[in-house]
């Protein structure tokens, strides 16, 4: 089979930061064609290829009827200054990404010569919007991992499947130092920020991921996770019954002193922790251990991580089968972020009390990856946004939102098989919407403060957050759950500021902008838009957002001193107070370059090469292609990009056989 495969991989090289430039070296081979495409056509029920392209597609929930239906007019009145139940300050790195380790090798590049160039323009998207782009490489694969010198046919990753000996049968992961140099190029490439985790299968510590990769990484390197997840040891095997949070802070003091005394190791104290997925424990049975004071300077970061309920039934037949269909509702409202973040809301003031930032490690819809129809469907994306912006107003400081395989659900991205490359692109997952609006409405600025407004009478369906700078509304973000074609469900908020005249200082606008996250249903799959612009369906993404990006001007009335935004049945606006609130969202910043890749084509047997979307680069808003003069004039970065031949086909690292909480 390998000698028939033939795989076209972009490589793209850091040369020196000069200026945009691209250059293609030409392609030989052929490919060869799969029959395993998903399309909306297919019958789902009898679907068998990857969950990544299930075609599953749920039924929208019910309208709300009587006392359930939100009022579709409604009044929200901010204030400038003097407002209280502000978060703390966040930035706009706030949503980020969690990459379980053994699929980094398909998600950020083959090696650290071979970055995947969609990817690239995932991460610059997010990087124009919030300023940077926070991604963990972990999961439950880093506790098992090795650091090795070397492996066969220069691969940077693989699982050992013989050397599987612990209980649960979680492969020991060997990977090279060359992943760590990969992900220094990328954030040469793109201000990305990382999070590692050191192994926790045993206490004979391997540092090695420490010492290369605070060397490698440098000020990239944000922390590094000790464990993950402990307090399910226990019950995955990996420690005794008896294994409770004292065993583990007796662990994580051991792991210090360990640090301490390697002379490799720069920074000992960049340690995130303790990563529950309150599970088995509460946050506070490890606080009440005197864990953060016993650690103290060691502590970079307090830490959980946590999915709302899991699908294990049904991808390893354990536990309770649970209905997508049945929990697609208890997504699609506003008490489903809250109900996740309440029991942290002690442990994030804890975290305020003891100077440390909390923040949540992994998550997404479901652990044991996420359900058919509902993890990869617009109601997710609204329901991420949600829950996200409901951690940043209880003082969570970042998230992570899982990425799998190409086995799970609720990828926010998805890059082909392996043996797909030649003639599929990326998928975009509706989350992948989320992190990007996340970006926008918490900005660049690093003063952003999150309220919930309790809008609408606190109605469940039509939540609304506030973002405030330096005490003064910028951003007003509003929602709705509902799905209803007629319209009738449609909503106008009328936006007030302060009590003055227009033109005073505490005043409502004379215009505010907005922008919209669209679908027809909150089931919709594909066809969703941010401010008009799409990453389409399966397989159909280059990493940059496709069509003319869309921003309306709402005139406010000046007599009544209110802006009246209307929201569709289903939607979501964000809406920016002031021109200020919109640049430092990254609108009109031409200084962050997107990567252009091949055009791949399904064509037989050919693979064409859109010569105009290769010789041009740009620094302008992704998909609007603009000259390679402004990647120059802004000091942007050269790229050379060059189509290699035959590759030997890399093992498929896609993560089997074991439950990834
Ligand atoms: C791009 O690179 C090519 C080949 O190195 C060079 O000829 C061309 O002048 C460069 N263009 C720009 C705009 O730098
Ligand atoms: C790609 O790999 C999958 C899974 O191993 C296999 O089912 C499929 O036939 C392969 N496709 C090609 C074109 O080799
Ligand atoms: C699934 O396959 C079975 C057997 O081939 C067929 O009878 C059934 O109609 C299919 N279901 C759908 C929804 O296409
Ligand atoms: C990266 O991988 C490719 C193909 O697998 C290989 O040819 C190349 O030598 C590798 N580069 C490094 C630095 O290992
Ligand atoms: C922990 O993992 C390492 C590397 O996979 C392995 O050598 C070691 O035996 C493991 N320890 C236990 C207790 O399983
Ligand atoms: C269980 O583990 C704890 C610490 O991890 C250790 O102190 C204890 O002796 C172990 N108990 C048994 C029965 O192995
Ligand atoms: C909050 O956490 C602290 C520290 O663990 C604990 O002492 C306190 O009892 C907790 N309060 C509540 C209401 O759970
Ligand atoms: C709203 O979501 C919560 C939390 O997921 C769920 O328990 C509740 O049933 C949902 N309400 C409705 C009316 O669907
Ligand atoms: C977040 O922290 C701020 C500042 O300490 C506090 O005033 C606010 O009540 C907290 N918010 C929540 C929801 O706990
Ligand atoms: C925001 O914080 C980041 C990281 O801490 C920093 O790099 C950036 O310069 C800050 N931006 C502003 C506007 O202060
Ligand atoms: C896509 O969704 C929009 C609403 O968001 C709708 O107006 C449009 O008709 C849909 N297009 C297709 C092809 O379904």
Redesign the pocket.
Known sequence: MESLIRSFILVAVLLRP????I?VYGITGQQVLDGQTATNTAAAANYTGSAAYNPTVLNAPQIPTGDQAPATQFTIQLQNGGTSGLSITQQGSFLGFSIEMSVANQVLGKNSTFIQVPFLNLMANLAQRGGAVNIRVGGNTQDFAVLVDSLPDGKILQKDINGASNPTNTPPLQFTEDLLVMMRKISEFVNVRWYLGIPFNDTNWRLGIVERGEAILGDYLLGMQAANEPDLYADHLHRNKTYGPNDYLGEVQSLVSAMKSDSNIQNPNCLIAPNLATGDWTPEMVWDTGFVDALDSSLAYLSVEHYPTDNCAAQFGSGTLRDPQTEFPNYLNHTSGQSIVQPYLNSTAFAQSKGKKFLMMETNTASCGGFAGLSDSFGAALWALDYSMQMAYGNFSGALLHVGGQNVFYNPFTPPPTNQSTFHQWTIGPVYYSTLIVAEALGTSNQSQILDLSANNNNIYTPAYAVYEKGNPVRVALFNYITDPSGASDYTASIAIGGGQTGTSNATPGQVKVKYLLAPSVSEKSNITWAGQTFGDHFASDGRPTGTESIQTITCDTSANTCSIKVPAPGFALVFLTDDALSESGDGDQTTMTFPTTAYTKLQNTATVDPQVLATSNGDRGGQLGS??KG?ANGGM?VTMRLAGTLPWMILMTVLGWCFW
């Open positions: 000069v200026y945009a430039n250059t390679t003069s120059s050269r």
